[in-house]
Protein backbone atom coordinates (compact mmCIF):
# COMPACT_ATOMS: atom_id res chain seq x y z
CA UNK A 1 0.00 0.00 0.00
CA UNK A 2 3.04 1.89 0.35
CA UNK A 3 2.37 3.86 -3.52
CA UNK A 4 -0.66 4.96 -2.51
CA UNK A 5 -0.02 6.37 0.70
CA UNK A 6 -0.09 9.89 -0.74
CA UNK A 7 -3.73 9.18 -2.21
CA UNK A 8 -4.58 7.32 1.00
CA UNK A 9 -3.61 10.87 3.11
CA UNK A 10 -5.08 13.06 0.62
CA UNK A 11 -8.69 11.46 0.96
CA UNK A 12 -8.43 10.92 4.70
CA UNK A 13 -7.28 15.05 5.08
CA UNK A 14 -10.20 15.67 2.76
CA UNK A 15 -13.63 14.72 3.84
CA UNK A 16 -13.30 16.81 7.46
CA UNK A 17 -12.14 19.88 5.05
CA UNK A 18 -15.63 19.28 2.35
CA UNK A 19 -17.75 19.05 6.32
CA UNK A 20 -16.47 22.35 7.80
CA UNK A 21 -16.77 24.15 4.47
CA UNK A 22 -20.04 22.51 3.23
CA UNK A 23 -20.99 23.95 6.97
CA UNK A 24 -21.29 27.51 6.12
CA UNK A 25 -22.85 27.42 3.23
CA UNK A 26 -26.55 27.32 4.14
CA UNK A 27 -25.94 29.92 6.48
CA UNK A 28 -24.07 32.12 4.33
CA UNK A 29 -26.95 31.89 1.74
CA UNK A 30 -29.33 32.83 4.62
CA UNK A 31 -27.06 35.61 5.61
CA UNK A 32 -26.90 36.92 1.94
CA UNK A 33 -30.16 36.41 0.85
CA UNK A 34 -32.72 36.46 4.03
CA UNK A 35 -34.82 39.18 5.07
CA UNK A 36 -34.45 40.85 8.16
CA UNK A 37 -37.11 39.95 10.78
CA UNK A 38 -37.55 41.14 14.23
CA UNK A 39 -38.50 38.71 17.38
CA UNK A 40 -39.36 39.84 20.80
CA UNK A 41 -37.61 37.05 23.25
CA UNK A 42 -35.99 36.51 26.38
CA UNK A 43 -33.46 34.67 27.72
CA UNK A 44 -31.48 32.15 30.77
CA UNK A 45 -27.44 31.99 30.13
CA UNK A 46 -26.03 29.05 30.83
CA UNK A 47 -23.18 27.26 29.24
CA UNK A 48 -22.49 24.61 26.66
CA UNK A 49 -19.36 22.73 26.95
CA UNK A 50 -18.27 22.46 23.60
CA UNK A 51 -19.68 25.74 22.79
CA UNK A 52 -18.90 28.18 25.09
CA UNK A 53 -21.62 30.66 26.52
CA UNK A 54 -24.99 31.29 25.50
CA UNK A 55 -28.20 32.82 25.92
CA UNK A 56 -31.17 30.15 25.83
CA UNK A 57 -33.94 32.29 23.76
CA UNK A 58 -37.30 31.82 24.44
CA UNK A 59 -39.95 33.48 22.09
CA UNK A 60 -42.76 34.96 22.24
CA UNK A 61 -44.16 32.78 19.14
CA UNK A 62 -43.26 29.77 21.02
CA UNK A 63 -46.23 30.15 22.65
CA UNK A 64 -49.18 30.10 20.00
CA UNK A 65 -52.74 30.44 20.27
CA UNK A 66 -55.08 27.37 19.45
CA UNK A 67 -57.27 29.11 17.07
CA UNK A 68 -53.87 30.14 15.14
CA UNK A 69 -52.87 25.98 14.48
CA UNK A 70 -54.31 24.47 11.33
CA UNK A 71 -57.31 22.06 11.36
CA UNK A 72 -55.38 19.42 10.73
CA UNK A 73 -53.38 19.82 13.61
CA UNK A 74 -55.95 20.48 16.19
CA UNK A 75 -57.68 17.57 15.32
CA UNK A 76 -54.88 14.88 15.21
CA UNK A 77 -51.95 16.05 17.21
CA UNK A 78 -50.32 12.92 17.58
CA UNK A 79 -49.86 12.70 13.95
CA UNK A 80 -47.88 16.22 13.69
CA UNK A 81 -45.91 15.72 17.04
CA UNK A 82 -42.66 14.58 14.77
CA UNK A 83 -43.23 15.97 11.42
CA UNK A 84 -41.86 19.23 10.05
CA UNK A 85 -44.60 22.38 10.56
CA UNK A 86 -44.33 26.07 9.80
CA UNK A 87 -44.97 28.74 10.87
CA UNK A 88 -45.89 32.35 8.83
CA UNK A 89 -44.79 35.13 10.07
CA UNK A 90 -46.56 38.74 9.51
CA UNK A 91 -45.06 42.42 10.32
CA UNK A 92 -46.52 44.14 13.67
CA UNK A 93 -45.56 47.86 14.51
CA UNK A 94 -41.61 47.02 14.94
CA UNK A 95 -41.43 43.62 15.21
CA UNK A 96 -42.23 41.05 13.68
CA UNK A 97 -45.57 37.91 15.52
CA UNK A 98 -46.73 34.78 14.06
CA UNK A 99 -49.87 34.80 11.78
CA UNK A 100 -50.65 30.80 11.80
CA UNK A 101 -48.97 27.66 11.72
CA UNK A 102 -49.81 25.51 8.56
CA UNK A 103 -48.48 22.01 7.44
CA UNK A 104 -47.70 22.56 3.96
CA UNK A 105 -44.32 24.72 3.07
CA UNK A 106 -45.81 28.11 1.98
CA UNK A 107 -44.97 30.20 -0.99
CA UNK A 108 -43.81 33.34 -1.18
CA UNK A 109 -44.66 34.10 2.51
CA UNK A 110 -42.18 34.85 5.21
CA UNK A 111 -41.76 31.62 7.45
CA UNK A 112 -40.06 29.72 9.76
CA UNK A 113 -39.13 25.91 10.24
CA UNK A 114 -40.94 24.29 13.39
CA UNK A 115 -41.89 21.81 15.15
CA UNK A 116 -44.82 20.98 17.92
CA UNK A 117 -43.65 20.11 21.42
CA UNK A 118 -46.17 20.13 23.75
CA UNK A 119 -49.34 20.33 23.20
CA UNK A 120 -52.17 18.36 25.96
CA UNK A 121 -53.87 21.59 25.64
CA UNK A 122 -55.28 20.46 22.46
CA UNK A 123 -57.04 17.54 24.74
CA UNK A 124 -58.71 19.94 26.51
CA UNK A 125 -60.82 20.85 23.11
CA UNK A 126 -61.71 17.32 22.69
CA UNK A 127 -63.10 17.30 26.23
CA UNK A 128 -65.34 20.56 25.71
CA UNK A 129 -62.67 22.57 28.50
CA UNK A 130 -61.12 24.81 25.79
CA UNK A 131 -59.74 27.96 28.85
CA UNK A 132 -59.54 31.09 27.09
CA UNK A 133 -56.03 31.96 26.81
CA UNK A 134 -54.67 28.33 26.12
CA UNK A 135 -51.69 28.31 24.34
CA UNK A 136 -49.15 25.79 22.65
CA UNK A 137 -45.99 24.95 22.84
CA UNK A 138 -44.11 25.12 19.15
CA UNK A 139 -40.32 24.95 18.63
CA UNK A 140 -38.19 26.88 16.35
CA UNK A 141 -34.10 26.05 16.01
CA UNK A 142 -33.90 29.22 17.14
CA UNK A 143 -33.01 28.91 21.15
CA UNK A 144 -29.13 29.23 21.15
CA UNK A 145 -27.36 33.04 20.50
CA UNK A 146 -23.18 32.57 21.73
CA UNK A 147 -21.84 35.42 23.66
CA UNK A 148 -18.26 35.51 24.99
CA UNK A 149 -17.54 34.92 28.17
CA UNK A 150 -16.78 38.36 29.51
CA UNK A 151 -19.95 39.81 27.29
CA UNK A 152 -22.44 42.48 28.59
CA UNK A 153 -25.33 40.08 29.31
CA UNK A 154 -26.58 39.81 32.23
CA UNK A 155 -28.84 36.92 34.08
CA UNK A 156 -32.66 38.88 33.05
CA UNK A 157 -35.23 36.04 32.99
CA UNK A 158 -38.49 37.64 33.46
CA UNK A 159 -41.22 34.98 33.23
CA UNK A 160 -43.93 36.28 31.19
CA UNK A 161 -41.92 39.33 30.35
CA UNK A 162 -40.00 39.31 26.67
CA UNK A 163 -37.45 42.24 27.12
CA UNK A 164 -35.21 42.17 23.87
CA UNK A 165 -35.52 41.94 20.46
CA UNK A 166 -33.74 39.43 18.26
CA UNK A 167 -32.54 40.46 14.91
CA UNK A 168 -32.79 37.64 12.37
CA UNK A 169 -31.96 36.87 8.71
CA UNK A 170 -34.97 34.75 7.30
CA UNK A 171 -34.58 32.62 4.28
CA UNK A 172 -36.56 29.77 3.00
CA UNK A 173 -37.36 28.82 6.60
CA UNK A 174 -33.98 28.71 8.09
CA UNK A 175 -32.98 31.60 10.47
CA UNK A 176 -29.39 33.08 11.05
CA UNK A 177 -29.42 34.86 14.42
CA UNK A 178 -27.29 37.96 14.11
CA UNK A 179 -27.85 40.26 17.07
CA UNK A 180 -29.82 40.91 20.73
CA UNK A 181 -30.91 43.85 21.67
CA UNK A 182 -32.56 45.24 24.85
CA UNK A 183 -35.59 47.02 24.26
CA UNK B 1 15.99 -15.77 8.02
CA UNK B 2 12.81 -17.25 9.32
CA UNK B 3 10.11 -14.29 11.32
CA UNK B 4 10.20 -14.50 14.98
CA UNK B 5 7.48 -15.27 17.10
CA UNK B 6 5.58 -12.05 18.27
CA UNK B 7 4.50 -12.41 22.02
CA UNK B 8 3.56 -9.70 24.45
CA UNK B 9 6.22 -7.90 26.87
CA UNK B 10 4.76 -9.93 29.87
CA UNK B 11 5.06 -13.07 27.88
CA UNK B 12 8.74 -12.40 26.88
CA UNK B 13 9.72 -11.00 30.41
CA UNK B 14 7.96 -14.65 31.59
CA UNK B 15 9.93 -16.64 29.31
CA UNK B 16 13.11 -15.31 29.73
CA UNK B 17 12.64 -15.60 33.62
CA UNK B 18 11.98 -19.41 33.45
CA UNK B 19 14.51 -19.93 30.77
CA UNK B 20 16.71 -18.51 32.46
CA UNK B 21 16.03 -20.59 35.58
CA UNK B 22 15.73 -24.00 33.47
CA UNK B 23 18.91 -23.27 32.36
CA UNK B 24 20.51 -22.93 36.10
CA UNK B 25 18.95 -26.16 36.70
CA UNK B 26 21.55 -27.52 33.83
CA UNK B 27 18.49 -28.57 32.15
CA UNK B 28 19.76 -26.69 28.99
CA UNK B 29 22.87 -24.79 28.00
CA UNK B 30 24.30 -21.41 27.55
CA UNK B 31 23.55 -22.13 23.34
CA UNK B 32 20.30 -23.58 23.74
CA UNK B 33 18.71 -21.17 25.81
CA UNK B 34 19.98 -18.02 23.58
CA UNK B 35 18.63 -20.49 20.66
CA UNK B 36 15.37 -20.70 22.18
CA UNK B 37 14.70 -16.71 23.56
CA UNK B 38 15.94 -16.05 19.46
CA UNK B 39 12.87 -17.19 18.07
CA UNK B 40 10.95 -14.56 19.68
CA UNK B 41 10.67 -10.96 19.03
CA UNK B 42 11.72 -8.66 21.40
CA UNK B 43 9.10 -6.06 22.13
CA UNK B 44 10.21 -2.68 22.28
CA UNK B 45 10.18 -0.37 25.26
CA UNK B 46 9.29 2.24 23.49
CA UNK B 47 5.67 2.05 24.11
CA UNK B 48 5.88 5.35 26.79
CA UNK B 49 6.95 7.60 23.80
CA UNK B 50 3.62 6.58 22.02
CA UNK B 51 1.55 6.92 25.42
CA UNK B 52 3.41 10.66 25.77
CA UNK B 53 3.01 11.53 22.78
CA UNK B 54 -0.84 10.30 22.69
CA UNK B 55 -1.56 12.52 25.79
CA UNK B 56 0.74 15.79 24.32
CA UNK B 57 -2.00 15.11 21.51
CA UNK B 58 -5.07 15.53 23.55
CA UNK B 59 -4.61 18.23 25.75
CA UNK B 60 -3.31 20.15 22.66
CA UNK B 61 -6.68 19.36 21.26
CA UNK B 62 -8.83 19.89 24.22
CA UNK B 63 -6.71 22.74 24.58
CA UNK B 64 -7.95 24.40 21.18
CA UNK B 65 -11.64 22.99 22.07
CA UNK B 66 -11.39 25.08 25.02
CA UNK B 67 -10.39 28.26 23.44
CA UNK B 68 -12.96 27.80 20.68
CA UNK B 69 -15.34 28.09 23.74
CA UNK B 70 -14.33 31.26 24.93
CA UNK B 71 -15.18 33.08 21.64
CA UNK B 72 -12.57 35.58 22.73
CA UNK B 73 -14.35 38.61 21.01
CA UNK B 74 -10.72 39.79 20.12
CA UNK B 75 -10.40 37.91 16.83
CA UNK B 76 -12.90 37.75 14.57
CA UNK B 77 -15.28 34.54 14.25
CA UNK B 78 -13.68 34.39 9.83
CA UNK B 79 -10.51 34.50 11.49
CA UNK B 80 -11.01 32.23 13.84
CA UNK B 81 -12.54 29.75 11.08
CA UNK B 82 -9.26 30.68 8.78
CA UNK B 83 -7.07 29.33 11.42
CA UNK B 84 -8.86 26.66 12.16
CA UNK B 85 -8.80 25.36 9.33
CA UNK B 86 -5.36 26.23 8.62
CA UNK B 87 -4.25 24.28 12.00
CA UNK B 88 -6.49 21.18 10.75
CA UNK B 89 -4.12 21.22 7.16
CA UNK B 90 -0.73 21.81 9.00
CA UNK B 91 -1.07 19.15 11.77
CA UNK B 92 -2.32 16.84 9.40
CA UNK B 93 0.15 17.73 6.43
CA UNK B 94 3.30 17.85 9.11
CA UNK B 95 1.96 14.24 10.36
CA UNK B 96 2.04 12.68 6.89
CA UNK B 97 5.74 14.31 6.33
CA UNK B 98 7.43 13.09 9.82
CA UNK B 99 5.60 10.24 10.04
CA UNK B 100 8.42 8.34 8.30
CA UNK B 101 11.39 9.73 10.40
CA UNK B 102 9.48 9.72 13.56
CA UNK B 103 6.63 7.55 13.23
CA UNK B 104 5.38 8.27 17.01
CA UNK B 105 5.29 11.59 17.08
CA UNK B 106 4.12 12.34 13.16
CA UNK B 107 1.14 10.12 14.00
CA UNK B 108 0.46 12.45 17.43
CA UNK B 109 0.12 15.38 15.34
CA UNK B 110 -2.37 13.77 13.14
CA UNK B 111 -3.90 12.93 16.44
CA UNK B 112 -4.28 16.69 17.08
CA UNK B 113 -6.25 17.53 13.54
CA UNK B 114 -8.90 14.97 14.62
CA UNK B 115 -9.28 17.02 17.39
CA UNK B 116 -8.66 20.74 15.49
CA UNK B 117 -11.25 19.24 12.80
CA UNK B 118 -13.99 19.39 15.94
CA UNK B 119 -13.48 22.46 17.36
CA UNK B 120 -13.80 23.43 13.93
CA UNK B 121 -17.04 21.55 14.01
CA UNK B 122 -18.03 23.48 17.29
CA UNK B 123 -16.58 26.87 15.80
CA UNK B 124 -19.16 27.26 13.07
CA UNK B 125 -21.87 26.04 15.07
CA UNK B 126 -21.30 28.76 17.37
CA UNK B 127 -20.80 31.24 14.71
CA UNK B 128 -23.86 30.58 12.77
CA UNK B 129 -25.74 30.43 16.00
CA UNK B 130 -26.79 26.61 15.51
CA UNK B 131 -29.68 25.93 17.54
CA UNK B 132 -30.49 22.75 18.87
CA UNK B 133 -27.95 19.73 21.18
CA UNK B 134 -24.49 19.27 20.04
CA UNK B 135 -25.94 15.40 18.88
CA UNK B 136 -25.53 16.59 15.09
CA UNK B 137 -22.08 18.34 15.55
CA UNK B 138 -20.76 14.81 16.69
CA UNK B 139 -22.25 12.97 13.89
CA UNK B 140 -20.59 15.54 11.65
CA UNK B 141 -17.73 14.98 13.73
CA UNK B 142 -18.11 11.00 13.21
CA UNK B 143 -18.70 11.05 9.79
CA UNK B 144 -15.44 13.33 8.99
CA UNK B 145 -13.03 10.87 11.39
CA UNK B 146 -14.31 7.20 10.58
CA UNK B 147 -13.46 7.62 6.69
CA UNK B 148 -9.62 9.08 7.92
CA UNK B 149 -9.37 6.50 10.50
CA UNK B 150 -10.09 3.79 7.64
CA UNK B 151 -8.06 5.25 5.12
CA UNK B 152 -4.66 5.80 7.53
CA UNK B 153 -5.57 2.00 9.02
CA UNK B 154 -5.27 3.70 12.66
CA UNK B 155 -7.04 1.91 15.48
CA UNK B 156 -7.98 4.89 17.91
CA UNK B 157 -8.72 7.18 15.14
CA UNK B 158 -11.16 4.57 14.48
CA UNK B 159 -12.00 3.81 18.53
CA UNK B 160 -12.28 7.69 19.33
CA UNK B 161 -14.96 8.13 16.10
CA UNK B 162 -16.88 4.98 18.35
CA UNK B 163 -16.74 7.55 20.85
CA UNK B 164 -18.31 10.65 18.93
CA UNK B 165 -20.86 7.91 18.07
CA UNK B 166 -21.57 7.11 21.26
CA UNK B 167 -21.97 11.10 22.08
CA UNK B 168 -23.93 11.27 19.05
CA UNK B 169 -26.14 8.51 20.38
CA UNK B 170 -26.05 9.81 23.83
CA UNK B 171 -27.13 13.17 23.41
CA UNK B 172 -29.52 12.60 20.50
CA UNK B 173 -31.84 10.66 22.68
CA UNK B 174 -34.46 13.23 23.48
CA UNK B 175 -34.13 14.95 20.26
CA UNK B 176 -37.43 13.79 18.63
CA UNK B 177 -36.41 15.02 14.83
CA UNK B 178 -34.51 12.56 13.27
CA UNK B 179 -34.57 8.85 14.72
CA UNK B 180 -35.29 6.90 11.46
CA UNK B 181 -32.24 9.16 10.35
CA UNK B 182 -30.33 7.92 13.67
CA UNK B 183 -31.43 4.01 12.90
CA UNK B 184 -30.13 3.97 9.73
CA UNK B 185 -27.12 6.00 10.03
CA UNK B 186 -25.59 4.43 13.39
CA UNK B 187 -26.27 0.80 11.95
CA UNK B 188 -24.39 1.78 8.84
CA UNK B 189 -21.67 2.97 11.13
CA UNK B 190 -21.52 -0.84 13.04
CA UNK B 191 -21.86 -2.64 10.13
CA UNK B 192 -18.68 -0.53 8.26
CA UNK B 193 -16.34 -1.47 11.17
CA UNK B 194 -16.96 -4.52 11.28
CA UNK B 195 -16.50 -5.75 8.04
CA UNK B 196 -13.66 -3.30 7.83
CA UNK B 197 -11.77 -4.30 11.00
CA UNK B 198 -12.63 -8.08 9.92
CA UNK B 199 -11.26 -7.83 6.55
CA UNK B 200 -7.97 -5.52 7.26
CA UNK B 201 -7.46 -4.26 10.88
CA UNK B 202 -8.34 -6.95 13.03
CA UNK B 203 -7.75 -4.47 15.68
CA UNK B 204 -9.16 -6.23 19.04
CA UNK B 205 -9.67 -2.50 20.33
CA UNK B 206 -11.63 -2.02 17.60
CA UNK B 207 -13.96 -5.16 17.96
CA UNK B 208 -14.24 -4.19 21.91
CA UNK B 209 -15.44 -0.78 21.16
CA UNK B 210 -17.87 -1.77 18.25
CA UNK B 211 -19.44 -3.84 20.32
CA UNK B 212 -19.82 -1.84 23.12
CA UNK B 213 -21.48 1.07 20.78
CA UNK B 214 -23.70 -2.25 19.05
CA UNK B 215 -25.22 -2.80 22.49
CA UNK B 216 -25.71 0.58 23.26
CA UNK B 217 -27.42 1.22 20.25
CA UNK B 218 -30.01 -1.65 20.69
CA UNK B 219 -30.76 -0.70 24.14
CA UNK B 220 -31.61 2.99 22.80
CA UNK B 221 -33.71 1.26 20.03
CA UNK B 222 -35.72 -0.82 22.76
CA UNK B 223 -35.95 2.66 24.74
CA UNK B 224 -37.26 4.40 21.54
CA UNK B 225 -39.81 1.29 21.18
CA UNK B 226 -41.12 1.35 24.77
CA UNK B 227 -40.28 -1.66 25.62
CA UNK B 228 -40.70 -2.55 29.14
CA UNK B 229 -37.60 -2.57 30.99
CA UNK B 230 -38.13 -6.22 32.92
CA UNK B 231 -38.05 -7.45 28.63
CA UNK B 232 -35.18 -5.26 27.88
CA UNK B 233 -33.00 -6.69 31.15
CA UNK B 234 -33.96 -10.14 29.77
CA UNK B 235 -33.04 -9.40 26.20
CA UNK B 236 -29.82 -8.38 27.27
CA UNK B 237 -29.34 -11.49 29.70
CA UNK B 238 -29.87 -13.55 26.24
CA UNK B 239 -27.39 -11.07 23.80
CA UNK B 240 -24.51 -11.91 26.95
CA UNK B 241 -24.76 -15.92 27.01
CA UNK B 242 -25.01 -15.59 23.34
CA UNK B 243 -22.03 -13.47 23.31
CA UNK B 244 -20.01 -15.94 25.73
CA UNK B 245 -21.74 -19.47 24.47
CA UNK B 246 -20.85 -18.03 20.53
CA UNK B 247 -18.00 -15.88 20.43
CA UNK B 248 -17.29 -14.91 16.42
CA UNK B 249 -13.81 -16.43 15.48
CA UNK B 250 -11.75 -13.04 15.48
CA UNK B 251 -11.19 -11.83 19.14
CA UNK B 252 -13.48 -14.66 20.95
CA UNK B 253 -11.54 -13.36 23.97
CA UNK B 254 -13.11 -10.12 23.81
CA UNK B 255 -16.41 -11.51 22.97
CA UNK B 256 -16.27 -13.69 25.83
CA UNK B 257 -15.46 -11.50 28.28
CA UNK B 258 -17.91 -8.58 27.37
CA UNK B 259 -20.44 -11.43 26.95
CA UNK B 260 -19.68 -12.68 30.25
CA UNK B 261 -20.28 -8.89 31.39
CA UNK B 262 -23.51 -7.88 30.04
CA UNK B 263 -25.49 -11.34 31.07
CA UNK B 264 -24.02 -11.03 34.63
CA UNK B 265 -25.05 -7.48 35.16
CA UNK B 266 -28.54 -8.33 33.31
CA UNK B 267 -28.84 -11.44 35.23
CA UNK B 268 -27.85 -9.30 38.78
CA UNK B 269 -30.55 -6.85 38.07
CA UNK B 270 -32.64 -9.48 37.73
CA UNK B 271 -32.56 -10.74 41.14
CA UNK B 272 -34.37 -7.37 42.12
CA UNK B 273 -38.07 -8.05 42.66
CA UNK B 274 -38.83 -4.63 41.66
CA UNK B 275 -37.91 -5.35 38.31
CA UNK B 276 -40.51 -8.28 37.85
CA UNK B 277 -42.99 -5.43 39.07
CA UNK B 278 -42.07 -3.50 36.12
CA UNK B 279 -44.47 -5.99 34.57
CA UNK B 280 -48.05 -5.22 34.38
CA UNK B 281 -48.75 -9.19 35.34
CA UNK B 282 -46.59 -9.65 38.43
CA UNK B 283 -47.92 -7.93 41.26
CA UNK B 284 -45.19 -9.21 43.82
CA UNK B 285 -41.55 -9.91 42.69
CA UNK B 286 -40.46 -11.56 45.13
CA UNK B 287 -41.38 -14.95 43.62
CA UNK B 288 -39.63 -14.81 40.29
CA UNK B 289 -36.68 -13.26 41.45
CA UNK B 290 -35.46 -15.91 44.14
CA UNK B 291 -36.49 -18.25 41.97
CA UNK B 292 -34.25 -16.53 38.89
CA UNK B 293 -31.69 -16.06 41.70
CA UNK B 294 -31.30 -19.89 42.49
CA UNK B 295 -30.95 -20.61 38.55
CA UNK B 296 -29.15 -17.53 38.38
CA UNK B 297 -26.38 -18.74 41.08
CA UNK B 298 -26.30 -22.40 39.40
CA UNK B 299 -25.34 -21.27 36.19
CA UNK B 300 -22.44 -18.81 37.41
CA UNK B 301 -21.15 -21.82 39.57
CA UNK B 302 -21.14 -23.99 36.51
CA UNK B 303 -19.59 -21.23 34.42
CA UNK B 304 -17.16 -20.60 37.52
CA UNK B 305 -16.00 -24.66 37.21
CA UNK B 306 -15.55 -24.30 33.70
CA UNK B 307 -12.54 -21.55 34.76
CA UNK B 308 -14.59 -18.19 34.05
CA UNK B 309 -13.45 -15.76 36.41
CA UNK B 310 -15.55 -13.10 35.81
CA UNK B 311 -18.84 -15.33 37.18
CA UNK B 312 -16.87 -15.92 39.98
CA UNK B 313 -16.81 -12.30 40.56
CA UNK B 314 -20.34 -12.17 39.83
CA UNK B 315 -21.08 -14.72 42.61
CA UNK B 316 -19.44 -12.52 44.99
CA UNK B 317 -21.23 -9.73 43.91
CA UNK B 318 -24.37 -11.30 44.03
CA UNK B 319 -23.82 -12.66 47.98
CA UNK B 320 -22.96 -9.07 49.03
CA UNK B 321 -25.85 -7.51 47.17
CA UNK B 322 -27.77 -9.96 49.40
CA UNK B 323 -25.73 -9.08 52.22
CA UNK B 324 -26.68 -5.95 51.79
CA UNK B 325 -30.50 -5.91 50.93
CA UNK B 326 -32.81 -4.78 53.49
CA UNK B 327 -36.00 -6.37 52.66
CA UNK B 328 -34.62 -9.92 54.31
CA UNK B 329 -34.64 -10.21 58.10
CA UNK B 330 -31.70 -10.51 59.76
CA UNK B 331 -31.91 -13.85 61.48
CA UNK B 332 -33.49 -15.57 58.23
CA UNK B 333 -30.13 -14.20 56.69
CA UNK B 334 -27.33 -15.11 58.63
CA UNK B 335 -28.95 -18.79 59.13
CA UNK B 336 -29.37 -18.85 55.28
CA UNK B 337 -25.77 -18.00 54.71
CA UNK B 338 -24.25 -19.89 57.46
CA UNK B 339 -25.76 -23.00 56.22
CA UNK B 340 -25.02 -22.27 52.62
CA UNK B 341 -21.41 -21.44 53.48
CA UNK B 342 -21.23 -24.43 55.40
CA UNK B 343 -22.48 -26.60 52.80
CA UNK B 344 -20.07 -25.53 49.89
CA UNK B 345 -17.51 -26.41 52.08
CA UNK B 346 -18.99 -29.62 52.76
CA UNK B 347 -19.35 -29.93 48.70
CA UNK B 348 -15.88 -29.09 48.62
CA UNK B 349 -14.58 -31.57 51.08
CA UNK B 350 -16.90 -34.21 49.54
CA UNK B 351 -15.06 -33.70 45.67
CA UNK B 352 -12.33 -33.30 47.24
CA UNK B 353 -11.95 -36.77 49.51
CA UNK B 354 -13.57 -38.22 46.20
CA UNK B 355 -11.14 -37.01 43.68
CA UNK B 356 -8.41 -38.35 46.07
CA UNK B 357 -10.28 -41.79 46.70
CA UNK B 358 -9.80 -41.96 42.45
CA UNK B 359 -6.16 -41.18 43.23
CA UNK B 360 -5.48 -44.08 45.46
CA UNK B 361 -6.92 -46.39 43.21
CA UNK B 362 -5.14 -44.94 40.36
CA UNK B 363 -2.06 -45.61 41.79
CA UNK B 364 -3.06 -49.36 43.13
Known amino acids: MKYNRQKRYIFAALIPILILLGMTVIPILTLINGE ?11 R ?10 NYKIEQVDIDKLSDEIIKNPEEYEDRQLYGVLKGQDNYHVLDYITTKKPKDKLFLKCRLVSYYQLKNIKNDKKRVDDKVHIEYALDRYFISEDGEFEDIFNSGDYNVVVKMKLYRGRALLVDVIEK | MDKKRQVTKREYNFLAREIKFIEEKNIINREQKDKILGLYKRPDETNFIKIISLIGAILVGLGVLTFIASNWEIISKPFKFSIILLGYLLTFFGGYKSEDQYPKTGRALIYISVLIFGSGIFLVGQMFNYGGEVDRAFLLWTIGILPMGMFL ?25 SMDWTVVVLLAIIVSLYIYNNKLLNSALVTLSNNILLLLYIL ?14 ILFLGIGLFMYIFPFKTHNKVLKIQGNIVFGFSGLL ?21 LFAILYILLL ?44 IGFGYYFERARKRIGERDEI
Open chain 1, 48 to 57: DIFRGQYLDL
Open chain 2, 220 to 233: YLVIEWRISATYVI
Open chain 2, 301 to 344: FFLTKKESLISLIFIFITIFRYYFDRAYDFMPKSLFFIIGGILL
Open chain 2, 270 to 290: LTIPNVWEELSYIDTGNIPAL
Open chain 1, 36 to 46: EVFLEANYFTP
Open chain 2, 153 to 177: MDKYILTFSIGTSIMYLITGMDTYL
